[in-house]
Nanobody
């Protein structure tokens, strides 16, 4: 029902910037947000940032102050602006459709191919 396509990754030096994009097709009735996950080499997938339908955003402590999530509802697209990149940010980045509640956030099981971000000097 939902397809997600991520793009914008690449190779960047420490301190550099990238902007990731994710375009979604289809919809889920109870979804009320979108977010970005990442999966570093040899590690499990982790939640990086979320944005609710209200516009409220949340970030993992590791990226707070450096990353900014935004969305364009008309284009059905979510973005992740990544500044001051560190080698620890190296990962495959995935976007997700979310159900955000007062205490929990759930990702619906729809995943794109991801986009590779490599931060290295």
């Amino acid at each position: 029902q939902v397809q997600l396509v991520e793009s914008g990754g690449g190779l960047v030096q420490p301190g550099g910037s990238l902007r990731l994009s994710c375009t979604a097709s289809g919809s889920i009735v109870n979804a009320n947000g979108m977010g970005w996950y990442r999966q570093p080499p040899g590690k499990q997938r982790e939640l990086v940032a979320t944005i609710a339908s209200s516009g409220s955003t949340n970030y993992a402590d590791s990226v707070k102050g450096r990353f900014t999530i935004s969305r364009d509802n008309a284009k059905n697209t979510v973005y992740l602006q990544m500044n001051s990149l560190k080698p620890a940010d190296t990962a495959v980045y995935y976007c997700a459709v979310l159900r955000i509640g007062p205490m929990t956030t759930m990702a619906y099981p729809y995943w794109g191919q991801g986009t590779q971000v490599t931060v290295s000097s």
